[in-house]
């Protein structure tokens, strides 16, 4: 009989010859462990994690595909930082402090060794605002497109995590940072929309290339107990705000021109008004959309401030409509409903 | 402005209208979280986990791609076997019992819901045994082949997780079940081998493709307190071995007559000798590779046979000998060393 010569075993090595796979995780990975004795350096069969007394354990999976979910042709950091940035804003969405990640990469054959160091040195630099570690992963080849799936978990006071459940008719909806800086910077990526001024260029790209997730926010508005259902923007603000609506049962109005946003989508805006639709519905913000009682909510903004971030009413929770489809309305300033026409991504 | 034409958003749709991502997951995914409150009915942005006191958390995650880790042509419910039973392998190698599972599936654009039906029915079917939940994931499209990313976790008592550090000289090393069936199962699909026998044909192939993962046995070897250092053997015995030998500073000597073969395998061994190489290097079987002392044997038999599975001793640890970088040697039946041209699987 000969060895069975199909793609799955057409590299044997012998146990004395270099192994890519483990040099790699040897050279770039373990570094990135912290030296987390849980993790075993990277080398045993899985890792072991211990949840501190009164805490639990958040935990999200999100899987990016190139070409599909962020554009091949950003940087190996950049894609690094966008698929920490993804899972650790999911994170932050359950009010969760982020611990550890657990990665798999799939890599198209032959690639080379100096797009993997890179792509670490940006896994390294997203991880470290909050000392996350890495814990394990797999690291496979493929046919097909890069693609990276990441398992994230965070501690969580036990029965306080947010959750997209709760919201209450007269709470007030409330979003961290502005909102529509993503969608506007893979326009400018795709070519789709030019922008004069390079700051603001880079400064719309760098928000979609480089999410900034509100784990910090997050951990505050937890210790506030104030929270009563909180969801990462990621599907698009009309999306993911209709996502605590089904959850709660409720219904939401958003005002438009209340919705914060930088001087770069006011710009665009100014120049287009058609653009509130990718603004509202285009997603890959990376911010957090919550709902809280009114009373709350100065207290939450000056908590926000002395973490040097922002928190902006932009809408209130009403009563659910049964006769009325879209639980997400939308408000002009004179207070008149408005349609919009790109309301979250599809994924399938 | 129009809206970004890439792919990345070629589909918006108004959050009234139905989305296929989350009606699969309710149709075919949220009943194999088995009504876990953690889960969150997979509705929100992560999971919550609690880990019972005393335990600690198993943590593993595999990436199997179409094509490279598996044959496309394995029907979806194996592959559903196939992906747990990887992943509750790596469980079953550090002592843990299997808990709760996270899936991030990359699935071809258009691919057909009885497909995803069928996949998530052997899900289902391959997590019974050990009564694990499904607790979130990810499900995304992708141009390349279909892939899925499992994290597994499971609890171990504290301190007592198997590792694959840990073997000293004199130990005896033993396997759990029958080696070399996996990779002749590969073979028989490939069609570089075939099998007169159905009965053993069907044995080959449904063990290359449904990988019956040892956590049970695991379990009991953790209690006994006995174990030195576990692995599973996915690589291949040899690439397996070596890696406890590695991570214990040890070198091991396999008796090639005592690895426990199935008749199949027996019958294939006996036509060709040079199957042995095979059979020692191929991989797929997801057995465990463990090593504790001789006067531990006895008990871990009796124990293993009460379990209705079985332990044999195959060779011994022994003192490395650093000017032999082969880490394993393996012995014929006179005790004279052989050479094994296979020794491991390369993964990138």
């Not at 949840?51 to 979910?69: M, N, R, S, Y």
Request: aromatic share 4%; hydrophobic share 45%.
């Amino acid at each position: 009989m000969t060895e069975p010569k199909t793609e799955h075993k057409a590299e044997q090595t012998s146990n004395s010859k270099p192994n890519r796979e483990f040099d790699i995780i040897a050279r770039y990975f373990r570094p990135l462990t912290n030296g987390a004795a849980g993790a075993l350096a990277l080398q045993d069969d899985a890792a072991l994690l211990s949840v501190p007394d009164g805490f639990e354990l958040a935990v999200t999976t999100d899987c990016l595909v190139g070409g599909v979910h962020f554009l091949e042709t950003l940087s190996p950091q950049d894609i690094a930082h966008k698929v920490v940035g993804v899972n650790l804003s999911d994170l932050a969405a359950m009010g969760a402090m982020p611990k550890v990640v657990f990665l798999a990469a799939q890599l198209p054959k032959g690639i080379q060794e100096s797009w993997i160091a890179d792509f670490a040195e940006g896994l390294r630099a997203a991880l470290k605002p909050s000392g996350a570690a890495l814990m394990g992963g797999d690291t496979v080849s493929t046919p097909g497109p890069v693609a990276f799936t990441l398992t994230a978990m965070g501690h969580v006071p036990k029965g306080h995590a947010l959750m997209r459940s709760g919201a209450q008719p007269g709470d007030v909806l409330c979003v961290t940072g502005t909102i529509g800086d993503g969608a506007l910077g893979l326009a400018v990526l795709t070519d789709a929309l030019s922008i004069a001024d390079s700051a603001e260029r880079d400064h719309l790209i760098q928000r979609y290339a480089r999410p900034q997730p509100r784990w910090k926010l997050a951990e505050m508005m937890v210790r506030t107990r104030q929270i009563r259902a909180a969801v990462d923007i990621s599907d698009g603000l009309l999306a993911d705000v209709g996502h605590i609506c089904m959850a709660s049962g409720v219904a939401a109005v958003i005002d438009a021109p209340a919705v914060p946003l930088s001087k770069a989508v006011r710009g665009v805006l100014a120049q287009d008004p058609t653009v509130l639709n990718t603004i509202l519905g285009g997603g890959d913000d990376y911010e957090l959309a919550f709902c809280a009682p009114q009373n709350a909510i100065a207290d939450l903004q000056r908590l926000a401030n002395e973490l040097g971030e922002c928190i902006t009413v932009i809408g209130r929770i009403v009563a659910s409509d049964l006769e009325n489809t879209a639980p997400v309305t939308v408000h002009d300033k004179a207070g008149r409903p408005i349609i919009v026409e790109s309301q979250g991504y599809q994924h399938l």
